[in-house]
């Protein structure tokens, strides 16, 4: 409600004119000190228009005096932040990847890095945390194709596997659909299903597998099927199927193999960077601390 | 005793008190200058109680930094500090975690809870004695009552020119102000920091941007405020007058004119009969003492900080012209119209609104006490991996990932045996050790310790895909026990 400014009585003072169920408001006058400081701030505001980006015109903008930009302090966080991990990248280079383990802070450093150069670079084929998927293998669990000690993870990561790196992991499986009858190979695969639950087992699940198997796998994939990391030929005796698991997956795998690719990483991670996400990959859970024997 | 309604009755067949009417203004201005108070020096009970309130409030202040507690080594000894780089804040015994702040805002609403029940009962007593900028303000108004005078001296040299005696005086007084300042914000980063050291670098320049900054800023505002800007800060900077004057009631004990004693006013004529004339004299000592400059003969204002100095004044006088003390008084607003009638209003200080705020008090404290009694000194938190939710093992076991945090307050390394429960066959480790079915860890002292454990357990087609799991740790010392439940993952069958 307005009503029309008036006396107060009380006070002598004006009031502003407005009414709300019978509360009038005075209308009492500002200290002076009150609107200097409004002055102020105006004053501020002119030097901070002098000194920074502010006014923008059609195709820009001022630049200001002091030439700040966003992205200039964008670029001097980042350098500061390189600078201050200066210290630990230059320790984690001099240091022997098994002694890292042994050095809490400095790990702590290098698998917090190593997780971000892996979830930037590796995840897209062994997924976030090393889950792995179909035909590219697990990282998180105690399974390992080439090693899982740290000088094997660092030389995958570094030189990679079957490409074209000169000291690439490389391996081939024949397609044994062209050496081996259907049956054969059938039967070599119902064996191979079977091998996690002991030789006698597969055997019984197949006596024409077990035979084709000894003639034909165990050069690489040894008599038990417990594979042979030097050459990455998988270990076949465990529940862990790159491929698949079932029947179909396994009679595919020995006709016709798959083969998994991964590039040399080596030349864009640099030392420091193999270091860190092997640091990374052998603290998800399945490290190893000794080189195997076999 | 009178409720209001006699007093009502009892006032409509009284005359009513003449209203006094006032000096209109002839045109608001839009801003108003400053009409600087001097105010006049006097003596009296309550200008004793609040000096040695002054006296009691800055000797806690000044010297409450300075106090040591001996915590052990690796600690700050001081017993109040405020560490905001080591994120604790530290009150003798106590030791507050930056999770823990909830006591602190206990602690704050108490105070808020206490200041509404002392306002509701005594009207604006914390403006009028405890309130920083009263203490500082009247301690610089001391300085310069000794400085340049009192108040006819120093509205004497405020319209002086410029000579001599007059900068000399000024520079005088502005030099003490400013020593009081810089005491002042310094022994508030005393707060902060650890004072002795404090003390001793911040004169050899050792003591860091951070610390000259927030020292200079606290000198300026103390300075500022204290020095000049003095009631302007109660008048026009602070909250607390606007939302304390909807605390009263008309019971509330506030300073109070009688106005039905007082009037009518005038000058004391030679062998005037008091019959004729009410009490006051209109020799305006109340208004020459007032450090915010109002006339408490108008009525609670919004000004007054109810300090009470204008009833010393008024008393002086009275018993220069030998009437009755207490014209100015402490006193309610019912109180005050039942005397007006000749009727008399005993003090109710039990009220609805005080017990409610007593009540608030006393449940608020027993909160606090029950929860600094039961506070734990140690806790943990588990946090399930997400990626991957499980991973197969050669074996077919199925493993999950946990990051433990344990929370350990005591100043010593402590060793948890950790186990779990609701999971069947589970096994425990952490990196680089073997599965088992239970594993020590290590929390540092004073602080979180962040360990990965993994944990195994054969598959089983019974379990859901997500099924309840619980870890306990047990304090290997002192077998203080806590927990933390959590989910185990398996793949759907």
Redesign the interface.
Known sequence: MSTRPE?DT?????TTGQEWDGIKEL?T???????YVFYVTIAISAVWYVLFPAIPYGTGHTNGLLGTTTRGELAEHIAEAQSAREAQLTEIAATDLPDL?NRPDLLAFAVQGGEAIFSDNCAGCH??????QHGYP?L????WLWGGTYPEIYQTIWHGVRNADEDSRNSEMPGFGDILSKEEVAAAATYVQSL?EGMDAAEKASPEGARVFAENCTACHGEKGDGDQTIGAP?LN???WLYGGDFASIRNQIHGPHHGVMPAWGPRLGDVGVKMAAAYVY?L?G?K?EAPTQ | MATTATIARAEADADAAPVRSRIEQKSDPLYVGRVKVHPKAVDGKWRRFKTAVLVLCLAVYYAVPWIRWDRGPGVPDQAVLADFSGQRFYFFWLEIWPQEIYYITGLLILAALGLFLATSLFGRVWCGFTCPQTVWTDLFMFVERRIEGDRGARIRLDKQPWNRDKIQKRALKHSVWLVIALLTGGAWIMYFTDAPTLARTFFTGEAGPVVYFFVGLFTLTTYLLAGHAREQVCTYMCPWPRIQASLLDEESRIVTYQTWRGEPRKPLKRNEDWDQRGDCIDCKACVAVCPTGIDIRDGLQMECIGCSLCIDACNEVMDRIHRPRELITVDSERSQRARAVGLSAPPRYVRPRTIVYVVAIALLGALMLGALALRSNQGVTVQNDRNPLFVRLSNGDIRNGYTLKILNKLNEPRRFDVTTEGIEGARLFAQGGAPADRLTLEAAPNGVTAAKVYVVAPPDPERPATADLTFRLTDEASGEEGGHGTVFRSPAS
């Open positions: 006396k009380v006070t002598g003072k004006s209308d006058p500002l200290p002076k000190w009150w609107l383990q997924a976030l945390g090393g889950a792995g697990t998180a669990d105690d399974d996690n270990r465990d529940q862990i603290n859970g490290g601390q």
